[in-house]
Structure formats: C-alpha cells, structure tokens
C-alpha cells in the first residue's frame, strides 16, 4: 500500500483457526532459523481462504492506529485475558466509499460502539463493517473510532498468563486483538496507551513518549514515528519485569545515539545476557555499514515465558525472544529483521523470503564478519544440508501466496522460505562478487522506493539488475521462481598431447528433470605433478557443455567447484578415457516460469527447443477459455521470448501452454493491478 510499486489489491479474508502440527526436530537446524521457524509454527494458527470477489480493489490506505487499551486486571489472579479498548483508525480513501470492512474476529474481540466518522458498524464471523458519515472521496482523510473488548479466551495472538501479557501475531494475527487491514502490505504508525499495574514494565513499538502514574496504576504511552505492518505490532509486559538499557552511538554522529532495551526474567543466564548486550551494539554496527544506519529510534529484545513457544519475533524494535534465550545466533537473525521485514516489509506472503532468507543469511554474514571466513562457510553448509535433506519440491517463491495465505507449515518452511533462501544470497554473492553484491544489497537498502515500506520479489530482481548493470533474470528465475536444485554428474580427463603438453578436458552435465538446466558459473581446481595448482571459472549456459584447457605441466587431479560456492547441488565427477564432443541439442525442452510473476500488465515466456519444432503457445483463463495465441510458428532450436499483456483482463490467475513436437507444458501466472 506504501509502495508505489505494489497494486492496491484486496487480498482474501483469512480466519486464523486450528493446532497446526510442529515441525521434527532437526539438528540441522541453525540455532536461528529454528527458533524463528518454530515461533511460528508451534504457535498454533493456521490461515483458512475464503472465497472473495476475483477481482477486488483495497479501497483505503490505514495511516494510523490510536490504541487505547486498559489491561490492568491481566495481571492478577486469575488472569484473565478480557481488557476493553478503543482503536482510532485514520486512513487514506482510495477509492469512493461509505463504508469500510476491517479484520476483527469475533470469537476474540466484539465491537461495543463507533464514533467520530463511523455511524454504525455491524460484525461477522472474522469481519467487521463500519458505515461512514457520508460517501467519501478519493483522497480523503477519515478517522473512525472503535470501542471493543477482548473476550477471555485463548486465540494464540494475546497472551495473559501469571502476570505476563504479550501479543504474538505473525502472520495474521493482529486481528485478535485490535481491528484492523491485517496484511503486510498495509503499513501504518501506531499510537498505543496502556494501563497495567505500578509493577508492571511494558514495551511497544517505537519510543516511550510519557508514563502517567495513578495511585495503584501506570498509563504507559509509546507511539511508533514509522511505519509498521500489523504482525509487527506488539506489546510486552510483566510484573516485576527487569529492564537494562544500553545506548548504541550512531556511526554517523557520536554524539547521538540510541537505547537498546532488554527485558529479562529473573533466573535468566546473566552471562549470556551480558554477553548480547555487549555484541548488539557491535551488530547494529556491522549491519547498519552493509545496509544503512539503524533505521528506528529505539530497539529492544524482551525474553517472554513457556506460553511463547520456543523462538524469537521480530516485532518492530521490540524483538520478543523466548525464555532465555538470549543466543547469538537467534539475537543476530532477529535483529537483522529490523532492517529487512521491518523497515523493507514482504509486500504479500509470497515474497516472505525477503524477509526470512535475508535474516538466515545475515545470521551467517555475523559468523563471518565477528568470527572468521570457516564459521560463515560451515554455518551456511548445515543449512545447506538441511535443505536437500528437507526440499519439499516447492519453490521459494509461490504468486498464489499473494492471494491466499498457505498453512503455517508451507509460508515457513525451513528448508525452503530460510534455509534455501539464505543460501541463494550466498549463490548472488559468488555470481556478483563481494564488490558489487555489497553494493547492490546496500542501495537496496537504502533505497527511499523501499525504505519503511513494501517490497515484491519482482522489485527486488529490479532493483539487482538496474544496480548491478546486469540482467539478473536468469538467476532469479531458476533459484527462486523454479524449485529444485542442480544435479550435477560431471566428467574429465587429462591426455598428453605431445611433449610437456598435456590438455584436460571438463564435461558439465546436469541430469534433474525440473528444471532440466540450471546456468551458473563453475569452478574447477586444476592440480598438478609439482603440488601447484589452479582455479579457472567458467560460464556454464547449455547442458554438456565442454570445456578445455592446455598445460605445459602435468595435471594429476580435477575438482569441481572446490569452495562449494553452488551450495544447492549435488554432484559427482568422473574420469573417464576421453571426453567426447556430443552432436546431441544444447538446449533442452522447456518452458520457464513468466517473469515478472505476479504482473501488471505485462509479463515475458520464456521458452527453449531441443530441435526446430512447429510451435504454438496460447494463454487460458481458470475456467479453461482460449483468450489468446502468442506463437504460432516453426522455430528454430535455441531460447525464445515472448511478450503478453494483460492490460484488457481482469486480476486474476491465468494458464499459459507450450505444445512443440511431443513436448508439452502448461505453467501458472498472476495478474495483479
């Protein structure tokens, strides 16, 4: 909604409903990506779809909340989870309208009355409407007010036990707790008033900007400058709480600075407490030289108690962490999100590798850059690892997932949405090198398109390839449009050509049947009689493709990609008597994922041929209608491109087919305005 380069699209209705199951423990698991991937799907909420207008429009733009909340009797016996609340609600018209509809779910929270624009309101099961004063044009600024209470029940988003009360709310769960637009796309400030008990401590986003004190009681005010998206919404708060506060100096200005907060319980390691107070400052530093400075004005961890299942949630500059843990890798992958899931926010669940493959990479940049090269390598290997042991078969990125929000299980993913994603950043790195990888990662960042808003993954491989000067196509397509991984059954050998003249020879095939041909460059590591040795690279971009080389000293051995740089692979090499050229196709049958994925309004194919082949590629509608021939023709062998426009059709899911000779293929696009 903040980004001019995200539609304003009305996305489906979600109810958060039933016990998900957990995911198996696996020692794989880096201590970081398993304490975020665990949040979340021990947390016990699952999105179910509804079925909604297939052609829906958001009609208004959320500027800001103003939550008023009394939370006091939370804290005593028999602590109950009931508190009464009003949400002011100010937004943006986008289009005519006399009426909102917010996500507020019943069984959780029950509208009492409305006021300032809001005449009237009516609720339903997971939805609630409010009737304006009058029919408001675009551009309008309006302002309702909501008063509600929270019912005493359990709903995995408001937590109240023991004198603890803590709000957890990734993906969609902001909804149970105050009514609102709960989608990432859809940032705002936040405004929120608390009143608890005198011994209570409590946290929120952005700065403490008062505490008034009563005779038995604290109104606790913090207020949120940037904008945040509704999961990242959150308060923290507990009777006897302890609070350190360091402050970080900005690089740019000694003599301004931060406060770092840490909420802890007592009992709590002191020794590792201490420890990550003395390394987040040296963290904020590290990674506002990569990405900018520290984007907010405050930031902070709050460790929570048994309720918060194990792990850690990025909530805008209040991380909560479970029970003490108070680990270095978990701190270092959470409070990377402040720049990336925080500042730049995932502009739907599709694009949720942005947020979770940048931190998992991050994680291991924090091995690199405080410890050495060998912990970054090992750590990215185990996720590697993890990965192919674990591949569901499932690309990283999924359009549907703009649409409908998939199971907790699937949308994290640790294979896939962590671990795979991480590793495809260490894979740019190695194709861009260091250089202009941390350059381009840095104007990304610090990019004012980006920066407190929305990111789709169709921007980010836009912002790499005007960047970087490249087209990045390529690699996008095949690690995160495509599923899968390379598997690579290489061959060589070393003939003596003449007198102290020696040629080797390198055959790269690759034998996965989808996607039948991954393009990167390799390494291979020549070694030879007198102990030396040599690491050429070379640009694979065709199946068995052969390479050779001329020595004047005698190879004795081959090795393929010796720095395990394609770390999503597997692979064997071989030595064989000779390599033989081949008369077989350089190209492969296949038919690529439409870039960009969703598109509006167009979109290019990309296809390749075997062989010269009769071909014909036509686009459907869902319900199996011919809307349009795109290539009718004899082609060539080789790659080919075409362009479609969606401009005359509604958003929706379309089908796009290839028929050439005996090869068939029928891929899935998503039209989005």
Same mark, same amino acid.
């Given at each position: 909604m903040k980004s001019a380069a995200l539609p304003r699209f009305l996305f489906v209705t979600v109810l958060i409903l039933a016990y998900v199951s957990i995911i198996s423990a696996q020692t794989a698991i880096s201590p970081g990506v398993q304490h975020c991937a665990e949040k979340r799907v021990k947390a016990g909420i699952a999105p179910v779809t509804f079925t909604s207008n297939s052609t829906p429009q958001h009609s208004y733009d959320v500027l800001n909340y103003t939550l008023n909340l009394d939370l006091y009797s939370c804290f005593s016996s028999p602590y109950s989870k009931a508190f009464k609340g009003s949400n002011t609600i100010t937004f943006l018209v986008d289009s005519v309208l006399s009426a909102i509809?917010?996500?507020?779910?019943?069984?959780?929270?029950?509208?009492?009355?409305?006021?300032?624009?809001?005449?009237?309101?009516?609720?339903?099961?997971?939805?609630?409407?409010?009737?304006?004063?009058?029919?408001?044009?675009?551009?309008?600024?309006?302002?309702?007010?909501?008063?509600?209470?929270?019912?005493?029940?359990? @709903?995995?988003?408001?937590?109240?036990?023991?004198?603890?009360? *803590?709000?957890?709310?990734?993906?969609?769960?902001?909804?149970?707790? *105050?009514?609102?637009?709960?989608?990432?796309? @859809?940032?705002? /400030?936040?405004?929120?008033?608390?009143?608890?008990?005198?011994?209570?401590?409590l946290g929120s986003n952005g700065s403490l900007k008062d505490t008034v004190k009563s005779s038995?009681? &604290?109104?606790?005010?913090?207020?949120?400058?940037?904008?945040? #998206?509704?999961?990242?919404?959150?308060? /923290?708060?507990?009777?006897?709480?302890?609070?350190?506060?360091?402050?970080?100096?900005k690089p740019s200005n000694a003599s301004d600075s931060i406060p770092l907060f840490f909420y802890w319980n007592t009992g709590e390691s002191s020794s590792n407490l201490s420890s990550m107070k003395t390394k987040v400052p040296l963290m904020a530093t590290f990674y506002s030289s990569l990405f900018g400075e520290h984007p907010f004005e405050k930031n902070g961890f709050a460790t929570l108690n048994s309720s918060f299942t194990s792990g850690g949630m990025e909530n805008q500059t209040l991380t909560s962490l479970c029970?003490?843990?108070?680990?270095?890798?978990?701190?270092?992958?959470? *409070?990377?999100?402040?720049?990336?899931?925080?500042?730049?926010?995932?502009? /739907?669940?599709?694009?949720?590798?942005?947020?979770?493959?940048? #931190?998992?990479?991050?994680?291991?940049?924090?091995?690199?850059?405080?410890?050495?090269?060998?912990?970054?390598?090992?750590? &990215? #290997?185990?996720?590697?690892?993890?990965?192919?042991?674990?591949?569901?078969?499932?690309?990283?990125?999924?359009?549907?997932?703009?649409?409908?929000t998939p199971d907790i299980n699937t949308l994290f993913d640790v294979a896939i949405t962590y671990d795979k994603g991480g590793c495809v950043l260490h894979m740019l790195r190695y194709v861009l090198g260091d250089t202009v990888f941390f350059n381009a990662i840095k104007s990304y960042a610090t990019d004012n398109d980006f920066r407190f808003k929305n990111i789709l993954t169709s921007d980010f491989v836009q912002k790499m390839n005007t960047v970087t000067g490249q087209d990045l196509t390529w690699f996008f397509n095949e690690w995160v449009y495509s599923a899968n991984h390379p598997t690579y059954t290489n061959t060589y050998s070393i003939t003596s050509v003449g007198t102290n003249s020696w040629l080797v020879k390198f055959t790269a095939k690759q034998t996965q049947s989808s996607p039948s041909f991954f393009q990167m460059p390799l390494e291979i590591k020549i070694g030879f009689s007198n102990s030396a040795d040599t690491t050429i690279r070379v640009s694979n971009t065709s199946n068995g493709q052969i390479f050779s080389w001329n020595f004047s000293k005698q190879p004795t051995s081959v090795s393929f990609d010796p720095n395990s740089n394609i770390l999503l692979k597997t692979a064997t090499l071989s030595l064989v008597s000779d390599v033989k050229e081949t008369t077989a196709p350089i190209h492969s049958y296949q038919m690529e994922q439409n870039y960009p994925n969703p598109f509006n309004p167009t979109t290019r194919i990309t296809y390749a041929l075997g062989a010269a082949e009769d071909v014909l590629i036509r686009v459907y509608d869902v319900m199996g209608h011919e809307l349009r021939t795109l290539v009718r023709e004899h082609q060539p062998e080789g790659v080919h491109e075409v362009q479609f426009s969606g401009e005359d059709l509604p958003s929706g899911a379309y089908y796009y087919q290839i028929r050439a000779g005996k090869f068939s293929q029928t891929k899935k696009m998503m039209l989005l305005k």
């Amino acid at each position: 909604m903040k980004s001019a380069a995200l539609p304003r699209f009305l996305f489906v209705t979600v109810l958060i409903l039933a016990y998900v199951s957990i995911i198996s423990a696996q020692t794989a698991i880096s201590p970081g990506v398993q304490h975020c991937a665990e949040k979340r799907v021990k947390a016990g909420i699952a999105p179910v779809t509804f079925t909604s207008n297939s052609t829906p429009q958001h009609s208004y733009d959320v500027l800001n909340y103003t939550l008023n909340l009394d939370l006091y009797s939370c804290f005593s016996s028999p602590y109950s989870k009931a508190f009464k609340g009003s949400n002011t609600i100010t937004f943006l018209v986008d289009s005519v309208l006399s009426a909102i509809t917010l996500d507020a779910v019943k069984s959780s929270i029950v509208f009492d009355s409305v006021s300032l624009q809001g005449k009237s309101f009516s609720q339903a099961t997971n939805t609630a409407t409010v009737t304006l004063d009058k029919s408001h044009a675009a551009g309008d600024t309006v302002s309702v007010k909501i008063y509600y209470h929270h019912l005493n029940v359990s @709903d995995n988003a408001f937590y109240a036990t023991s004198g603890f009360v *803590f709000t957890d709310c990734e993906p969609e769960g902001a909804r149970y707790w *105050f009514p609102c637009w709960d989608k990432p796309s @859809d940032k705002a /400030t936040t405004d929120i008033t608390a009143k608890v008990p005198k011994a209570v401590k409590l946290g929120s986003n952005g700065s403490l900007k008062d505490t008034v004190k009563s005779s038995d009681s &604290l109104w606790y005010h913090w207020v949120s400058r940037d904008p945040l #998206a509704t999961y990242l919404t959150a308060i /923290t708060a507990k009777s006897g709480y302890n609070l350190d506060i360091v402050y970080w100096k900005k690089p740019s200005n000694a003599s301004d600075s931060i406060p770092l907060f840490f909420y802890w319980n007592t009992g709590e390691s002191s020794s590792n407490l201490s420890s990550m107070k003395t390394k987040v400052p040296l963290m904020a530093t590290f990674y506002s030289s990569l990405f900018g400075e520290h984007p907010f004005e405050k930031n902070g961890f709050a460790t929570l108690n048994s309720s918060f299942t194990s792990g850690g949630m990025e909530n805008q500059t209040l991380t909560s962490l479970c029970a003490d843990c108070w680990d270095e890798a978990t701190v270092s992958h959470e *409070f990377s999100h402040q720049w990336f899931g925080d500042m730049i926010t995932c502009g /739907t669940w599709a694009d949720l590798w942005l947020n979770e493959g940048f #931190a998992t990479y991050i994680e291991s940049l924090w091995l690199e850059h405080y410890y050495n090269t060998a912990k970054y390598k090992s750590d &990215l #290997a185990s996720k590697a690892s993890y990965y192919l042991s674990n591949n569901p078969g499932s690309a990283i990125y999924n359009p549907d997932w703009a649409i409908t929000t998939p199971d907790i299980n699937t949308l994290f993913d640790v294979a896939i949405t962590y671990d795979k994603g991480g590793c495809v950043l260490h894979m740019l790195r190695y194709v861009l090198g260091d250089t202009v990888f941390f350059n381009a990662i840095k104007s990304y960042a610090t990019d004012n398109d980006f920066r407190f808003k929305n990111i789709l993954t169709s921007d980010f491989v836009q912002k790499m390839n005007t960047v970087t000067g490249q087209d990045l196509t390529w690699f996008f397509n095949e690690w995160v449009y495509s599923a899968n991984h390379p598997t690579y059954t290489n061959t060589y050998s070393i003939t003596s050509v003449g007198t102290n003249s020696w040629l080797v020879k390198f055959t790269a095939k690759q034998t996965q049947s989808s996607p039948s041909f991954f393009q990167m460059p390799l390494e291979i590591k020549i070694g030879f009689s007198n102990s030396a040795d040599t690491t050429i690279r070379v640009s694979n971009t065709s199946n068995g493709q052969i390479f050779s080389w001329n020595f004047s000293k005698q190879p004795t051995s081959v090795s393929f990609d010796p720095n395990s740089n394609i770390l999503l692979k597997t692979a064997t090499l071989s030595l064989v008597s000779d390599v033989k050229e081949t008369t077989a196709p350089i190209h492969s049958y296949q038919m690529e994922q439409n870039y960009p994925n969703p598109f509006n309004p167009t979109t290019r194919i990309t296809y390749a041929l075997g062989a010269a082949e009769d071909v014909l590629i036509r686009v459907y509608d869902v319900m199996g209608h011919e809307l349009r021939t795109l290539v009718r023709e004899h082609q060539p062998e080789g790659v080919h491109e075409v362009q479609f426009s969606g401009e005359d059709l509604p958003s929706g899911a379309y089908y796009y087919q290839i028929r050439a000779g005996k090869f068939s293929q029928t891929k899935k696009m998503m039209l989005l305005k």
